[in-house]
């Protein structure tokens, strides 16, 4: 990393430390011509792509909406929410791993069913008929609200 201050090009850590609530990593470093010393962060990089509805809207990827679709689904069902976490996890991990900065709503609706059919069948095919035609969490949720009236 280059040094702010004179701009040579080699600087060194001298100290690394994590951040009390362990959010990131603070590094003290020094240049090696001025030895002026200064401190960067590190973050990790968890952006996840925004995701693009049918009418070309863009909204924030939201883990809670993703959560109550798959409570939804599975109302009544035996799985246990440490399941459900873990379907949620792994759907977050490909969004995150696809690398891109947008996705369509309709690809995680995709990736929603599909560990719906892995946790539950009767799940999955009560609601797939139906989720199938959906855009988005949005639409699934009224819908399945609509079948409970
Ligand atoms: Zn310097």
Redesign the pocket.
Known sequence: MK?P??G?GDTQVVETRMAEDGDFIRRRRQ?A??E?RFTTYERPDVTFPAVVKKDGRRIEYERAKLLASFNLALRKRPVSTEQIDGAVERIEEKLLNLGVREIPSSRIGELVMRELKKLDKVAYVRFASVYRSFEDVDDFKSVVDEIRR
Do not use: A, D, N, T
């Open positions: 040094c201050f004179c040579h240049c011509s001025c002026k």
